[in-house]
């Protein structure tokens, strides 16, 4: 038990009971003891009865449970070994862990590991560490220490959070290294065999999108003879998989201008950095000037909504960029389009790009609905985990 302690109001432990990680503030009748935020509390339900452990903070959401049942475990250097090996071998089985062509992954994806607040990706021998909540900025030292026991060969965990935690929780909050060190030279991943440089120092999120990994190989499917555009490419992911499988032509568009030498030097791991001519670029204006001169469309876009009070303006977002891309490809062409915004369902993008086809005139059809990888899984009692939405259309 933890000194402190939340019980909740009748009625208030279903979800908990179905192992609904979230524990919101109207659910709870009393506080006892004294916690601060990012602490570990015990939640009772309202006769007494314990129904887990979890992280304190003083939002809407009060406590992000780590443990369910009468014996739940506190979050100590035993808990947080147990979790991640066990998304180790998760990971492991999928043969994502470098023993195939494959050392980039998703280690641990929130509260579909288990872990809410926890974002862990692996780049081969180094580990990012995201923490969202303030209970999972004050584990690091946990989390760093079970990394090591848990992942074999690593070299450095490097601590990415200054830009997700609270700021309240955490004032003053730096990025650095929890253990190892910078190697000081180009960090090379591998991905399904396709080389991609990482700067997870520097670079946006961890450094990676990891998720489009199982998108990028269908594509290279489809990309073969034909001339592709990979808009909001970032560091080229969707671009390297088209070169090397055989694309008459690659264009990358990113307003980043990082992001666009990032793909320039992703492309010249390659061996086909001719067949490829990098924008540094506003997608909207580039795709003004093309016309019908594209094969296949990447659109993959920040996340328009991160907020459901944003969902409407979204909405009206993937619908004005999917007309500019639909009206861009060529007849018979494909569009890959996607969206990363949690609170757009699947199905209201898809009536969004419905949309887009009919005021773009072109009749389309689906050949593949899209989501996340196995290594970002979705827990079934909290589906609010799936976030990332893609359709591959025909267009006519
Ligand atoms: N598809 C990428 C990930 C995309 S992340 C991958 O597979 O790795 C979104 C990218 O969109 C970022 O790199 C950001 O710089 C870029 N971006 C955001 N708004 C943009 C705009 N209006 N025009 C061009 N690029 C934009």
Redesign the pocket.
């Known amino acids: 038990m933890t000194s402190a302690t939340i019980t909740l109001k009748p009625g208030k432990d279903q979800s908990l009971r179905r192992r609904h990680p979230w524990v919101f503030s109207g659910a709870i009748a009393r506080l006892q003891g004294e916690v601060v935020e990012g602490e570990a509390v015990t939640v009772l339900a309202h006769g007494g009865e314990v129904l887990g452990v979890g992280h304190y903070a003083p939002g809407s959401i009060a406590v992000r449970m780590l443990d369910f049942g009468p014996d739940a475990q506190l979050p100590e250097a035993a808990f947080w070994e147990e979790k991640l090996r066990n998304a180790y071998q998760l990971r492991q089985g999928l043969g994502l862990t470098g023993q195939g062509n494959t050392n980039v992954y998703r280690l641990a994806h929130a509260e579909g590991d288990g872990l809410p607040g926890l974002i862990i990706d692996v780049y081969g021998d180094v580990a990012v560490v995201q923490a969202h909540s303030a209970g999972m900025y004050r584990a690091r030292p946990h989390i760093a220490a079970a990394l090591q026991a848990v992942v074999p060969g690593l070299r450095a965990v490097y601590d990415k959070s200054a830009e997700t935690v609270p700021a309240k929780a955490a004032p003053g909050a730096q990025n650095g290294y929890l253990f190892g060190e910078s190697s000081g030279q180009e960090h090379i991943v591998h991905e399904n065999g396709h080389r991609f440089v990482v700067d997870w120092e520097t670079g946006?999120?961890t450094g990676?999108?990891i998720?489009?990994r199982d998108n990028?190989s269908l594509l290279a499917r489809y990309a073969p003879s034909r001339r592709v555009l990979?808009?909001?490419?970032?560091?080229?992911?969707?671009s390297v998989y088209a070169l090397e499988a055989g694309a008459e032509l690659v264009h990358s568009?990113?307003?980043?201008k990082k992001?666009i030498e990032l793909t320039d030097r992703n492309a010249a791991l390659t061996d086909h950095a001719d067949r490829h001519e990098a924008y540094a670029?506003?997608?909207?204006?580039?795709l003004k000037d093309r016309h019908n001169q594209y094969d296949l469309i990447?659109l993959?876009?920040?996340a328009f909504a991160k907020h459901l009070s944003a969902r409407h303006n979204a909405l009206m977002g993937y619908k004005r960029l999917n007309v500019a891309g639909i009206k861009q490809i060529a007849p018979g062409g494909l569009l890959f389009t996607?969206s990363?915004s949690q609170v757009v369902s699947m199905e209201l993008f898809e009536g969004a790009i419905m949309a887009a086809a009919i005021e773009a005139g072109r009749p389309a059809r689906i050949l593949h609905r899209l989501t996340q990888p196995a290594d970002h899984p979705v827990s079934l009692f909290h589906p609010e985990g799936e976030y990332l939405k893609g359709l591959v259309l025909a267009v006519e």
């Open positions: 946006q999120k990676f999108f998720d489009q990028r990979n808009t909001f490419c970032y560091t080229g992911g969707f568009v990113d307003s980043s992001a670029q506003d997608v909207f204006s580039f990447v993959d876009p920040p996607f990363c």
